[in-house]
């Protein structure tokens, strides 16, 4: 017998290219085929609802207590239909402890990039120091192999603020860095104090391009409005572009634009912290995702951004971010509401959407671990 079975919902896989209304079985923490007529402990009735992997958030801050910027991960994104995230707040002086107090205790499916400044972002009275000559490139190496099952790569942020005169030498140590560890980069991509095309060129492919919709100096458009070549030339070459929006992050006329002559950002995440969760701008992933689909994306492929390739970013396609079978039975059921909501960018533009995703249900490894006070899932059995 299964332990449930999702029935008459709109299932959106893009990971499988899944998009009708198709049931879904779970049984023993795991996404199951399901054979008609087949019964379960628990009938969950999707009619008029969207089925979806859970979704997965590719850049937060999820060092709750050990930064003031820490979101506390499960509070912020069980409810919301997000069942993993990628982490990029701690540096080679706190990660173990990260490991130790956070994702090992956590619910939610957690991965991490390490910062290259040792402390990480532990506060926000200053920025992180990213002058080369206080890298300890020996202990990310070491800490980096200790922990290859969790850690993706080293994260730099690369904003004229915090370079001060360096101007891009800190991400190109970065990347001589992470040559020799052999990983991944994540660079920080707002007010660049160099040309968008110089940072493109250090970058190698599966390097990821945080915050690409930014809009304060040096982006992704010339002067014109028009997208750089450059930046079409380092999408084929494999360079990652992740939308990571946060508070300041996000230009409302970046994207348009950017979106009119045909680029969209590979992933969709929220760049969540403390002072965002459950707070406007950000909110919550599905928030976010909800005006990217007003403002012109498919659903489909807001979907496909917010799970099956950020489950490749983290090494889990197949496991998370899918609802294959074998894999981990990790799903989200929204309503698509009408719902007038009025955004804010970066600089006050405004943009209003008429519709949203409402969390209805998220199961997390084969277990409810939210559902919405009004959504009455199963009928009653005499």
């Known amino acids: 017998m299964l332990d449930y079975l999702i029935t008459n919902g709109h299932v959106i896989d893009p990971a499988n290219g899944v998009d009708e209304v198709k049931d879904i079985a779970v049984y023993n923490g795991k996404i199951t085929r399901y054979e008609k007529g087949e019964e379960a402990k628990h009938v969950i009735d999707a009619q008029g609802r969207y089925v979806f992997p859970g979704l997965i958030d590719s850049h937060a801050h999820m060092f709750a207590e050990g930064t003031e910027i820490g979101i506390y991960p499960d509070l912020a994104y069980l409810p919301t239909g997000v069942t993993a995230a990628v982490d990029a707040s701690c540096g080679v002086a706190n990660y173990n402890l990260f490991r130790k107090t956070i994702i090992a205790r956590s619910k939610v499916t957690i991965k991490s990039f390490l910062q290259v400044c040792s402390a990480g972002l532990v506060t926000t009275s200053y920025h992180e120091n990213i002058n080369p000559k206080y890298f300890n490139p ?14 993706l790569g080293l994260k730099i942020r690369q904003s004229e603020e915090l370079a001060q005169g360096l101007g891009i030498e800190p991400l190109k140590e970065t990347v001589r860095i992470a040559n020799k560890i052999g990983c991944p980069v994540e660079v920080h991509c707002t007010n660049i104090p160099v040309p968008t095309k110089e940072v493109l060129d250090v970058l190698r492919p599966g390097d990821i391009f945080e915050h690409v919709y930014q809009g304060a100096k040096n982006t992704i458009l010339d002067d014109n ?19 990571a929006e946060g508070r300041k992050h996000g230009d409302f006329t970046i994207m348009r634009k950017a979106m009119e002559q045909g680029f969209i950002a590979d992933m969709c995440s929220t760049d969540l912290v403390l002072g965002s969760m459950y707070r406007r701008s950000i909110f919550s992933l ?15 492929k807001v979907v496909e951004m917010s799970t099956a390739r950020p489950a490749k970013l983290m090494k889990m396609e197949g496991v998370i971010g899918c609802l294959s079978e074998g894999a981990h039975a990790d799903i989200a059921i929204f309503d698509w509401i009408d719902l007038h909501q009025t955004y804010l960018d970066w600089k006050g533009e405004k943009f209003v959407g008429t519709k949203q995703l409402k969390p209805e249900m998220t199961i997390k490894d084969g277990q409810i671990v939210y559902c919405a006070p009004d959504y009455i899932y199963e009928p009653d059995r005499k």
């Open 138 to 151: 020996e202990k990310m190496d070491r800490i980096y192999h200790e922990n290859e099952d969790n850690i």
């Open 225 to 243: 409005g028009k997208l750089y070549d450059c930046v079409i030339e380092a999408r084929k070459r494999g360079i990652i572009f992740d939308t």
């Open 286 to 300: 599905p928030n976010l995702m909800s005006r990217y689909i007003c403002m012109g994306i498919p659903m489909q």
